[in-house]
């Protein structure tokens, strides 16, 4: 739990803190990736694995949005 709880904060501040237009961001070596092995799809693949550990107001305020965020960015 903890660690479910870690990746939301730090993928918020991040987000917050370089104004990003969804709510979770991540980044790699100084790098933003979208990707599976080290990017945003990634770790929301990691979440909704342990989606058990979400409230609802994480998927719906965090998580959602930051897919929705994800498929406009193909």
Not at 17 to 26: G, N, S, V
């Amino acid at each position: 739990v903890k660690i479910i709880e870690a990746i939301l904060v730090s993928g918020r501040n991040m987000s917050r803190a370089r104004k990003f237009k969804c709510p979770l961001m991540y980044e790699w070596h100084d790098s933003y990736y979208l990707g599976a092995a080290h990017g945003l799809s990634g770790i929301l693949y990691l979440l909704l694995q342990a989606k058990e550990y979400l409230t609802e107001e994480d998927l719906c305020t965090l998580v959602k949005p930051t897919i929705d965020y994800l498929v406009t960015q193909r």
